[in-house]
């Protein structure tokens, strides 16, 4: 197929499939609700460890968990959850929150939208936890 | 030496492609069933498609160039019939099991690989999140004996072509279960569900392209079972929807993994070849140890489909 015709069935369709799709509500983030849904999707990635605290953010989109493998934190990712350990990061405080620079090149920034007296409290947790 | 001119066919596939995501999303929307979508999702996976496609015109000349050479290296000429095209369609379906299990197994293929198991979700977009960098994988060495036995390389890719389009309609969770009879030796998408679940049970099986034959006969074929629903995505998930780092992100891995201090040339070797997960020092998890560990935990399904060797 030429490519002056596959160039734009490419671009019209992706254009038309991902406006459809955020159209039908699918853009909906994941919500971190509750304490069992945070420690269900950490050991969805994680099924050896031994969870102890958890953290959740007001807002559903965070947590922050205590293992026996070390700190950890589950967001939303799209409709889904993904996890990081907290090993080796770096905690900055911004406006909204919190920024995590995890090191990592599949995850490289996280942002957290952090009421202030939450920022403290992860900040401090995070970098008692990461020692 | 013979010319032959076969049509790209997925590229005249591309409308139907994108006629098929539309009517599985609207099934979706309806039926409130058969599958997710979501939006950052799609784009990735449609975005790596067509990255996908781009490589393939950038870098196609590469295998194209090593599969002339050999074709003018090889006495053999099986010629054109279409029991030729047929008998090669399935030849090249058995490299495809081989070398989508290389794929799973040699973390330099699976480098290329992983980013199709990289969604979370199961739909006809994530039929589209095809790698950037398969061609320096230099898995067209596989199909070299092809060429030299006597198949026409415009005839192994046209039969490729066939079996990459075929793979399309198996990525949707909106079909159940075909008739037993074409799920006996067909690859299907329950078949394929099986093969891009990160549960402990589904890993590392379902190799197959379009006969699910090959994994019955090489002893990797896992049913999906009614009381393990597959849940799909990678043993440790990505935080990014860029596909930029989707794409690189495992070479990134090898690169980090290779060239660490303190390492010997073998163990710097290893980090490239072993399947995914070996580390130098056992601080990491391939999937037989994340196998072992599961039925550790759960002994009940030992022995059970995809738990036979534990």
Known sequence: ?131 | MTELHFPNVIDYAVPGFVALILLELVWIFIKHRGGRYETRDALTSLLMGAGNVAAGIAFGFIALGFFTLLWKITPLDLGSSVLVIAICFVLDDLRYYWVHRFGHRVRWVWASHVNHHSSQHYNLTTALRQTWTGTFTFMMIVRAPLVLIGFHPAIILFSGGLNLVYQFWIHTEAIDKMPKWFEAVMNTPSHHRVHHGRNARYLDANYAGVFIVWDKMFGTFVPELEEEKVDYGLVVNLGTFNPLRVAFHEWVGIFKDVTQSGLTLKQRFKYAVMPPGWSHDGSRQMSEGIKADHVAKNPDVKGSPGFERF
Do not use: Y
Not at chain 1, 29 to 44: G, H, P, V
Not at chain 1, 69 to 95: I, S
């Open chain 1, 1 to 131: 197929m030429p490519l002056e015709l596959l160039l734009p069935i490419v671009v019209i369709g992706i254009t038309l499939i991902v406006l459809m799709t955020h159209l039908f509500g699918f853009s909906k983030k994941f919500d971190i609700s509750s304490d069992a849904i945070a420690r269900a999707r950490w050991s969805r990635e994680w099924e050896a460890d031994k969870i102890g605290d958890v953290v959740l953010c007001e807002n559903g989109t965070a947590a922050l968990l205590d293992t026996d493998q070390g700190a950890g934190v589950l967001w939303a990712f799209g409709a889904d959850t993904t996890t990081a350990r907290l090993d080796h990061v770096d905690v900055a405080r911004t406006k909204d929150g919190l920024k995590l620079k995890l090191h990592n090149f599949t995850a490289p920034v996280l942002h957290l939208t952090l009421s202030p007296t939450e920022a403290d409290l992860w900040q401090q947790k995070i970098e008692g936890l990461s020692k």
